[in-house]
């Protein structure tokens, strides 16, 4: 994935009414095929926000906010056209609501570049793509037994960059 053109970030929200998961793979992954394939979109992420913190839709529940660079510059009624219905508040994001990621240090990434830490942030969205497209719809798995699956795949991550005891130390150190 490249780095996103901040000038060129676009946003929406995906109500989420059911269990997260589900809508992962029956909302949020079908609108993300759609991006790449139908809007040529070169990079994007989705986070679980509220209306507070992500998209301020009439809707006090939890939402996926997914940003995206819109790569073919499609106007926004063409990509209201193209996205499901389901996608709400379609719109541009000012540069300056990209410029900084909360809990991001960008003096630590290379050149100082806010733009690297979106890109590790959308690639992280298309693995967990990726890792759920690899199974059957949480409608054929039973809720509890894809969750342990997934937080299983999650558990390696963690093994692989010892976080969790980084974070004892860490919290030792403090004490």
């Known amino acids: 994935m490249k780095k996103p053109d901040i000038e060129n970030v676009w946003e929406m929200a995906i109500r989420i009414l059911d269990d997260h998961i589900k809508i992962l ?10 991006l790449k394939e139908k809007c040529r979109v070169k990079w994007y992420c989705f986070l679980i ?21 819109n790569s073919a510059n499609l106007s ?3 990509l209201s056209k193209l996205l499901p219905d389901y996608c709400e508040m379609i719109r541009k994001v000012e540069s300056k609501d990209v ?13 100082d570049d806010i733009r690297e830490a979106w890109r590790i942030i959308g690639e992280s969205c298309e693995w967990i793509v990726g890792m759920l497209n690899a199974h059957k719809l949480e409608f054929d798995i039973p809720p509890d037994k894809i969750r342990l699956q997934i937080g299983q795949f999650l558990h390696y991550l963690a093994n692989i960059t010892q976080l969790s005891i980084m974070i004892k130390i860490k919290k030792e150190v403090k004490n």
Not at 103 to 108: K, N, Q, Y
Request: proline content about 9%; aromatic content about 6%.
């Open 76 to 78: 926004q009624e063409e």
């Open 49 to 69: 926000h509220s209306r507070n913190n992500g998209v301020p839709i009439p809707y006090n529940g939890p939402q996926f906010h997914i940003r995206f660079e």
């Open 99 to 111: 410029e900084k990621i909360s809990g991001i240090d960008t003096t630590l990434l290379k050149e």
């Open 25 to 34: 793979q029956t909302e949020v992954i079908p609108t993300i095929t759609v």
